[in-house]
């Protein structure tokens, strides 16, 4: 297959024909001009030959569509450079096995749901004893100090709790996205660690449905994890950057 | 119902037993006490509404006065009908007259107990006489409306802003949805008052104020008549304010509730004491009001693995029926709550989701189950997240589920969009239609992988409940027996809210709600 990969297109069943699918409600009542409406969004959307398959009155006033077009627009795939993390994921005994030999002490870290963010579910896969999909939390390292402080912990209480217990990294997650109240939480605590002289002596690492390790650098964070996040992940991050970290101080 | 998994009847009867012997536990104490959420439900029960300059809702005012003076012990509604009676002004005057300091604690003289008891009885009478309008009310265009096919569809609104709920409410409504919730603000159940008015600001949800409530139910009730069903409305009566919360929806016609017994303890770090007396007087509301309580296990699974925990589930929902039977609550009005998280990677799982469900509608025959949907498991797939949410419609209509609270395919990603909820309705009306009497057909294989899935849990389940027995629920929950959270019993919060009844106290709803629902027993909800 020739790819153009400075010039990449959507794909369906042939190169370059840009098919996509896309769905999405107008506030209009259904009928020929809100099936007319949708077609001229797409073209707008630059979609060409939109093709409204699905027209569906959700009542009150608002109608549903799907609908197939061809997309214009063309993105230079060659040119994207995403910052990443550098190091290879390592499995549960691996990972304790480089902090024991290589830090020597065990490593305290302290998670929570912060704001006024109540869903817990995804700390509690990386941090609890359990873990998630096969793979244990952070809690059952043998070395590793994890602390799950829960839901609704506010920013001043995490970092008063990570300096209490030295921690070495802050975790954080946020699930709800509501208006953007989870850059609104994860920037003040960036801030609060650094009022507190806090933010070099930690790592900072967020977490979340909406999160990317490219979005947490741009707030301030060391790190980010996104969905499909197992606890080895970050269990693998956290100790190869303080050894990374420990080496350049000596 | 055919009864399909050969369940041994001892070991329920066991199990039942057995949390009626924990829910005797704590009832040895709650009496001996009361909280300031509790007093603050008395206060609204009387018609005490609004706020003061500072925003402070007068039912907090007040208590806090009285609580300062030190006669909290003995109930608000002594004192509130000693000073109706020195005053002779309605309750709301005294609260406002009381938060503008026109008026103090101390002013209001004391009277013999037969004088102020008569005043506090017949005003109590009033309150009660319009919960029973309220509930009348209901049982009336319930009787009118249509009535609605089994499982109930129930979808969420969590916009934050009431008067986009009640759009989006109304739409769910004319889009086939039998029941709607409107999710609550994140931040509020560790609130120690009740927002008032209407509001436009809310993040995961809209506060529960009594007036949203009041906007909401409107939407639903125009939604309703336009489409000849009865909308039912659902809110939270969680958290720090769960009695006055259940005051508010019993007096805007509210439907269900969510409303158990522990969740408050284990999610959101709610004190142990405060929480067992709260939802004590909460669910007294709440049956009095016909309301049907939502409980929370579906939650123990998001947190512990499903196939593992499965029994948890179970345990807690015998203890939520026993402390819901000694709080006035019918089994009718118990929507006992579970949930399909065993992870869809897992041979078989839908075996195990379909011994599950099935063995909670033997155990709970007359109960409303409340089936909550894929959570955990699900990712930003949202075109496998519409197929597994398809499986978990089909295993509720299998099994008799009653209460459904629709899958989202857009779960993990955002708060609902119109359009997922209305493909979250048609793809449970094509299940429900398509399999609507597949159960009636299917027995299970004796002695086969759902009998005896079923058959384990209900033994674990009986395990875990002697052992809680043993030690006490209070100690249980200090050990992690539930959804793997450990509570200190001294620790969380609004311990301070807890408070030593008086030898006098008096409280005339305890026993209006309490005979009421003694009355009712036996009878249609």
């Not at chain 1, 001229?40 to 398959?53: C, D, F, I, N, R």
């Not at chain 1, 993105?75 to 994207?80: G, T």
């Not at chain 2, 155990?363 to 949907?373: D, E, G, H, I, R």
């Not at chain 2, 498991?377 to 496998?384: C, E, L, M, S, Y």
């Amino acid at each position: 297959m020739d790819v153009d990969f400075s010039k990449v297109k959507a794909y369906g069943d042939t190169l370059n024909d840009g098919s996509m699918q896309v769905s999405f409600t107008l506030p209009v009542p259904a009928g020929d001009e809100a099936r007319e409406a949708a077609r001229q969004l797409a073209l707008k959307m630059g979609l060409e030959a939109p093709s409204v398959t699905e027209m569906v009155d959700l009542g009150a006033g608002f109608t549903f569509f799907v609908l197939y077009g061809k997309c214009t627009h063309t993105v230079d795939y060659a040119a994207i450079k995403i910052p990443k993390r550098q190091q290879e994921v390592l499995d549960f005994k691996q990972i304790n096995e480089l902090i024991k030999n290589e830090l020597g002490r065990k490593v305290v870290v302290v998670a929570a749901c912060t704001g006024s963010d109540a869903h817990t579910v995804g700390i509690d896969a990386i941090i609890n004893m359990k873990g998630y999909m096969g793979e244990y939390g952070l809690e059952r390292y043998p070395q590793m100090d994890a602390y799950n402080l829960g839901s609704q912990v506010p920013n001043e209480d995490l970092l008063a709790k990570a300096i209490e217990l030295k921690a070495d990294a802050v975790l954080v997650s946020q699930v709800v996205t509501q208006k953007n109240i989870h850059l609104e939480n994860l920037t003040e605590l960036v801030e609060l660690a650094e009022a507190e002289g806090l933010r070099d002596r930690v790592l900072l690492i967020c977490g979340g449905p909406r999160i990317s390790h490219e979005l947490a650098i741009e707030l301030g964070y060391d790190a980010g994890f996104g969905p499909g996040t197992l606890p080895n992940h970050v269990g693998s991050y956290i100790a190869a950057e303080l050894i990374r970290r420990e080496k350049t101080e000596e | 119902m055919d009864k399909k998994l050969n369940l041994e009847q001892k070991k329920v009867d066991l199990a039942r037993n057995t949390a009626a012997k924990i829910a005797d536990h704590l009832h040895s104490w709650i009496g001996n006490y009361t909280t300031t959420t509790t007093e603050r439900a008395a206060a609204r029960l009387l018609g005490i509404d609004d706020v003061d300059k500072g925003d402070v809702p007068l039912a907090n005012v007040m208590v806090d006065k009285l609580q300062q003076a030190g006669c909290l012990d003995k109930g608000l509604v002594p004192w509130l009908a000693r000073a109706v009676a020195a005053r002779e002004e309605p309750p709301q005057e005294i609260a406002e007259k009381l938060a503008d300091g026109q008026l103090s604690v101390d002013e209001i003289p004391e009277l013999p107990a037969e004088k102020w008891r008569k005043i506090a009885d017949s005003m109590a009478e009033e309150a009660a006489a319009k919960i029973r309008g309220t509930r009348n009310k209901r049982e009336q265009k319930k009787q009118e409306a249509m009535p609605p096919n089994k499982p109930l569809l129930y979808v969420i609104v969590a916009t934050g802003n009431v008067y986009e709920d009640a759009i989006q409410a109304k739409a769910a409504a004319l889009q086939g949805a039998d029941i709607v919730a409107v999710i609550r603000h994140t931040g509020q159940s560790l609130l120690d008052y009740v927002p008032y008015g209407p509001t436009s600001e809310g993040f995961g949800g809209t506060y529960a104020t009594q007036e949203n409530f009041r906007i909401v139910r409107e939407a639903l009730d125009e939604a309703g008549e336009e489409t000849g069903r009865y909308i039912q409305l659902v809110n939270y009566a969680s958290g720090l304010c769960m009695p006055e919360i259940s005051v508010m929806g019993a007096f805007e016609r509210l439907d269900m509730m969510l409303n158990d017994a522990m969740y408050g303890i284990l999610f959101r770090d709610i004190n142990m004491k405060r929480t067992f007396i709260d939802q004590h007087f909460s669910r007294m509301i709440n049956a009095y009001a016909g309301i049907i309580i939502n409980t929370g296990e579906d939650n123990y699974l998001t947190t512990a693995d499903a196939y593992e925990q499965g029994h948890t589930v179970l345990a807690s929902q015998f203890i939520n029926e026993q402390l819901g039977l000694r709080s006035g609550l019918k089994e009718e009005q118990m929507g006992l709550g579970h949930a399909f998280e065993i992870s869809p990677s897992m041979e078989d799982g839908l075996m195990m989701e379909i011994a599950q469900a099935q063995l909670c509608r033997e155990l709970f025959p007359n109960s409303p189950l409340k089936y909550m949907p894929p959570t955990k498991h699900v990712t930003g797939d949202i075109f496998k997240t519409y197929l597994v949410n398809g499986m978990f419609n089909l295993v509720s209509v299998l099994t008799g589920q009653e209460i459904q609270l629709l899958g989202m395919l857009t779960e993990a990603i955002h708060t609902p969009f119109i359009s997922d909820r209305y493909l979250s309705i048609a793809n449970s009306q094509y299940i429900f239609n398509n399999a609507r009497h597949l159960g009636d057909e299917i027995f299970f294989k004796e002695g086969g992988k759902i009998q005896s899935r079923a058959e384990k849990l209900l033994g674990d389940a009986c395990d875990m409940l002697q052992e809680i027995e043993k030690i006490g629920l209070e100690a249980a929950m200090e050990q992690g027996f539930f959804a793997d959270i450990k509570r200190s019993q001294q620790g969380g919060k609004g311990g301070s809210g807890v408070i030593e009844k008086h030898k006098d106290y008096y409280n005339p709803f305890m026993d209006i709600f309490l005979n009421g629902a003694e009355a009712g027993k036996g009878g249609q909800s």
